[in-house]
């Protein structure tokens, strides 16, 4: 699948991909109560990522799953009536800006070093770590760009990848909690 909002037939259903920007106290136990709400209900998180936020009362994480209209609903009414939960956004396309990091340790030989320099440059990838037989990227962009950036490296032997999961926040000014 694409970008947010991207539907999918399946089985009668249509499937529709959902980026969920969640805020919550920063308190211990909170990503395995978030996560254990959608392991209790069956749903399966595509990614998720974490982090602590402007207000070190506050973690932001950012969910990514995919379900039929009535799951989805489903899943931000159930995470609505978590405690720990303060805000729910869901990050839309074009009203918002979601990226991953990926880290890529790619085998090279001496003769195939600039070709895989010549492909991280193409893609603004930053070389973070190099030894005689290999090369360690760093890049940074949306979905398609990181997926378009490992297709084009499935020639060489990619020894290990790491990809950071979506993250994301909505556009402008929004009307977002104070957290005063």
Request: aromatic share 4%.
């Amino acid at each position: 699948m694409e970008e947010n909002g991207t539907k999918k037939e399946e089985v009668g259903f249509t499937m529709r991909r959902m980026v969920l920007s969640i805020l919550v106290e920063n308190t211990s136990g909170v990503l395995s109560r978030v996560s254990g709400l959608f392991s209790r209900r069956g749903y399966n998180i595509d990614s998720l990522s974490a982090g602590i936020t402007e207000d070190p009362r506050y973690s932001r994480m950012t969910v990514v799953v995919t379900g039929n209209d009535e799951i989805l609903e489903q899943i931000e009414k159930q995470l609505a009536k978590l405690e720990d939960v303060k805000e729910i956004i869901e990050l839309k396309d074009g009203a918002s800006v979601c990226r991953e990091l990926i880290l890529v340790k790619v085998a090279v030989t001496a003769e195939q070093r600039q070709q895989v320099i010549a492909i991280a440059d193409i893609f603004r990838a930053k070389i973070v770590d190099v030894s005689p037989d290999s090369l360690m990227m760093e890049l940074t962009g949306n979905q398609a760009k990181v997926d378009a950036f490992i297709n084009l490296l499935e020639g060489y032997r990619i020894i290990e990848l790491v990809r950071t999961g979506i993250t994301g926040l909505a556009r402008g000014v929004c009307d977002s909690i104070s957290m005063e």
